[in-house]
T-cell receptor
Framework: GQQLNQSPQSMFIQEGEDVSMNCTSSSIFNTWLWYKQDPGEGPVLLIALYKAGELTSNGRLTAQFGITRKDSFLNISASIPSDVGIYFCAGPETSGSRLTFGEGTQLTVNP | EPEVTQTPSHQVTQMGQEVILRCVPISNHLYFYWYRQILGQKVEFLVSFYNNEISEKSEIFDDQFSVERPDGSNFTLKIRSTKLEDSAMYFC????????????FGDGTRLSIL
């Protein structure tokens, strides 16, 4: 199956800082999804990207669908303590709709 | 905002016992999924379901697993004879369309096998 590689694995930042994380694949994805997972809860959809080159914002979050369709990044501006959690990229495999998830980026925000 | 609901939130079961995890997908969604997440690991696909039949399943979804939509609202995952390695969070998800529409996840059932 397809694999998604996320980096960094973890980040420790101060409140107010901007954050950038990315996701790469060896194969093409036609949709990129970014989810956030808080402890003990399910993944919550943050942003969905459908077109190569697309740049989409959701509040302080901005994500881009790479031109090659093999990568995506997520930026968080002016981080706040509630941004703490694990951020996953995900995409549907080309043969169907099963989502492949990345390993996640664990974000810690120090007040 | 409509959401996927799962029950129970935590299930503790003896090894070898059968367990049924329940989900109520978002009401206008047609495609349903089960995923699992072993502690500290990424989310892994188990099975997708549409029109009362399995559309896709992963290599994890062996003969011990089954899914059912017993009525118009519930979607269940049954594990026939649980093993220690079945301990994980199990997430149900649903989407409006097969490909392209994002999947929305429930808060999961934590399954602990003793």
């Amino acid at each position: 199956g397809q694999q998604l590689n996320q980096s960094p694995q973890s980040m420790f930042i101060q409140e107010g800082e901007d954050v950038s994380m990315n996701c790469t694949s060896s194969s093409i994805f036609n949709t990129w999804l970014w989810y956030k997972q808080d402890p003990g809860e399910g993944p919550v959809l943050l942003i969905a990207l459908y077109k190569a080159g697309e740049l989409t914002s959701n509040g302080r979050l901005t994500a881009q669908f790479g031109i090659t369709r093999k990568d995506s990044f997520l930026n968080i501006s002016a981080s706040i303590p509630s941004d703490v959690g694990i951020y996953f990229c995900a995409g549907p495999e080309t043969s169907g709709s099963r989502l492949t998830f990345g390993e996640g980026t664990q974000l810690t925000v120090n007040p | 905002e409509p959401e996927v609901t799962q029950t129970p939130s935590h299930q503790v079961t003896q090894m070898g016992q059968e367990v049924i995890l329940r989900c109520v997908p978002i009401s206008n969604h047609l495609y349903f999924y089960w995923y699992r997440q072993i502690l500290g690991q990424k989310v892994e696909f188990l099975v997708s379901f549409y029109n009362n039949e399995i559309s896709e399943k992963s290599e994890i979804f062996d003969d011990q697993f089954s899914v059912e939509r017993p009525d118009g609202s519930n979607f269940t995952l049954k594990i026939r004879s649980t093993k220690l390695e079945d301990s994980a969070m199990y997430f149900c998800a649903s989407s409006e369309e097969w490909v392209g529409q994002p999947q929305h996840f429930g808060d999961g059932t934590r399954l602990s096998i003793l």
